[in-house]
């Protein structure tokens, strides 16, 4: 009992001496940067990912704020931009989901959020306002940041601060979450059209404020309600060069691990284990995370298209169909293969192998400009059911006709839904 107590004693007293050194080092850390700190990556301190210049991988400080000022000119396009001179922007971050308890996911943040701020930290929100006097799309740039919190920070690292929202990311002002109900009110002066996601919130709390102090408000003359999804997506659609580099290093780096996984996997080994292996390789080479749950499906699993589970064993003569795909810096691939895990087809598996592989290879030839999904669709239904004609899987007489077209592809799933 004294030997135990003895443990407990020393166990508190190392805690204790760590926490006064964390602190000490935080101290020192805000001190040394000038509030040049944030939880994310930065060129000072990820001279590895981030070049000098650069907010993110890649991208740099001015590009977010372009993206910001393409995005009040699109809504100045709009009918209430031509109509009205007050307009605020509200969009959220997300926030941090629990496992249980107080184990929480990995974060990952609001992908609309990202696209204009370049910010990583959860339960932040910005806020873009039309400036009186000054038409559109001249509008000042708010990012409301969690307040800063050394014993928080001792556990989870460094937040920005409400400096670090301007000198860092560009904001024209930082402000701390808490003051979002004050600032929210300001607009009771002059009719707005506001520009947020009502009917489907990303953050519970921040909507609670919003809806309380804003939209549901009778003494806010809001002139207008309207979704800013759509207008974001409208810009994310089209591509920058830094965006496009960064999804060509996605897509390099999920091929590579296919390519080193299919080495790797063995008659014996689970869906699961493959699987893994693969993140494995994704991760060794730089991706952050998966971009969704691997589907490894072995034998007539692989016909599931949403297999999640990945539990069988994989047995001599299965082919293995993996749909995976990888994360690098907020950029996503996605890639279809199957192969066998002997290493070997059979004459049937290499037939229809083929004649998918034929399907695809005529569907890249015909992907450009002005060619739509629907075409690009219909045109592989059409080649993929002409293959099944010929290997005798499926009879012509099935293939007539619309409605008999969707039963066919309900009942034949050959492994085409990837488009890679």
């Given at each position: 009992m004294y030997m135990y107590k003895s443990k407990r004693i020393l166990l508190s007293l190392n805690v204790a001496v760590w926490n006064q050194c964390r602190h000490l080092s935080l101290s020192l850390g805000r001190l040394a940067s000038h509030d040049q700190v944030a939880s994310q990556p930065l060129s000072d301190t990820h001279p590895h990912l981030i070049r000098q210049g650069e907010l993110t991988p890649e991208i740099t400080s001015n590009e977010f704020r372009n993206r910001r000022t393409r995005l009040m000119s699109q809504i100045a396009t709009s009918h209430d931009g031509m109509t009205h001179p007050h307009h605020v922007v509200i969009i959220p971050s997300a926030t941090t989901q629990y496992l249980s308890q107080d184990v929480p996911y990995t974060f990952r943040q609001n992908s609309d959020f990202l696209y204009l701020t370049g910010f990583q930290e959860p339960d932040s929100l910005l806020i873009l306002e039309t400036i009186p006097g000054q038409p559109l799309p001249e509008h000042k740039a708010f990012l409301f940041v969690q307040p800063q919190d050394s014993h928080w920070e001792i556990w989870n690292g460094p937040r920005?601060?409400?400096?670090?929202?301007?000198?860092?990311?560009?904001?024209?002002?930082?402000?701390?979450?808490?003051?979002?109900?004050?600032?929210?009110?300001?607009?009771?002066?002059?009719?707005?059209?506001?520009?947020?996601?009502?009917?489907?919130?990303?953050?519970?709390?921040?909507?609670?404020?919003?809806?309380?102090?804003?939209?549901?408000?009778?003494?806010?003359?809001?002139?207008?309600?309207?979704?800013?999804?759509?207008?974001?997506?409208?810009?994310?659609?089209?591509?920058?060069?830094?965006?496009?580099?960064?999804?060509?290093?996605?897509?390099?780096?999920?091929?590579?691990?296919?390519?080193?996984?299919?080495?790797y996997g063995r008659v014996g080994m689970t869906e699961l284990e493959i699987g893994a292996r693969m993140e494995y390789e994704?991760?060794?080479?730089?991706?952050?995370?998966?971009?969704?749950?691997?589907?490894?499906?072995?034998?007539?699993?692989?016909?599931?298209?949403?297999?999640?589970?990945?539990?069988?064993?994989?047995?001599?003569?299965?082919?293995?169909?993996?749909?995976?795909?990888?994360?690098?810096?907020?950029?996503?691939?996605?890639?279809?293969?199957?192969?066998?895990?002997?290493?070997?087809?059979?004459?049937?598996?290499?037939?229809?192998?083929?004649?998918?592989?034929?399907?695809?290879?005529?569907?890249?030839?015909?992907?450009?400009?002005?060619?739509?999904?629907?075409?690009?669709?219909?045109?592989?239904?059409?080649?993929?059911?002409?293959?099944?004609?010929?290997?005798?899987?499926?009879?012509?007489?099935?293939?007539?006709?619309?409605?008999?077209?969707?039963?066919?592809?309900?009942?034949?799933?050959?492994?085409?839904?990837?488009?890679?």
């Open positions: 920005c601060s409400v400096n670090g929202a301007v000198d860092i990311f560009g904001m024209d002002e930082g402000r701390e979450v808490v003051d979002i109900p004050l600032f929210l009110r300001r607009f009771h002066q002059h009719p707005h059209c506001v520009w947020y996601d009502y009917l489907k919130p990303p953050h519970d709390s921040f909507h609670n404020d919003i809806s309380t102090n804003l939209i549901d408000n009778s003494y806010t003359p809001v002139k207008s309600l309207r979704p800013i999804a759509p207008e974001v997506h409208k810009l994310r659609v089209i591509k920058s060069e830094a965006e496009i580099s960064l999804m060509r290093k996605s897509a390099s780096i999920a091929a590579q691990s296919f390519r080193e996984v299919l080495k994704c991760k060794k080479r730089g991706a952050e995370r998966m971009a969704y749950p691997p589907v490894v499906g072995a034998g007539n699993r692989g016909t599931i298209l949403h297999y999640l589970a990945n539990s069988h064993i994989a047995s001599d003569g299965d082919l293995i169909l993996m749909d995976a795909g990888c994360e690098y810096h907020g950029y996503a691939s996605d890639i279809t293969r199957t192969w066998p895990v002997s290493g070997n087809f059979s004459e049937v598996q290499r037939q229809l192998y083929d004649a998918v592989h034929r399907v695809e290879t005529s569907a890249i030839q015909i992907v450009k400009p002005g060619v739509t999904l629907n075409e690009l669709n219909n045109m592989t239904e059409m080649s993929l059911a002409a293959e099944l004609e010929k290997l005798g899987i499926v009879k012509k007489s099935l293939l007539l006709g619309h409605q008999k077209q969707v039963i066919l592809f309900r009942k034949f799933s050959c492994g085409f839904d990837g488009y890679d």
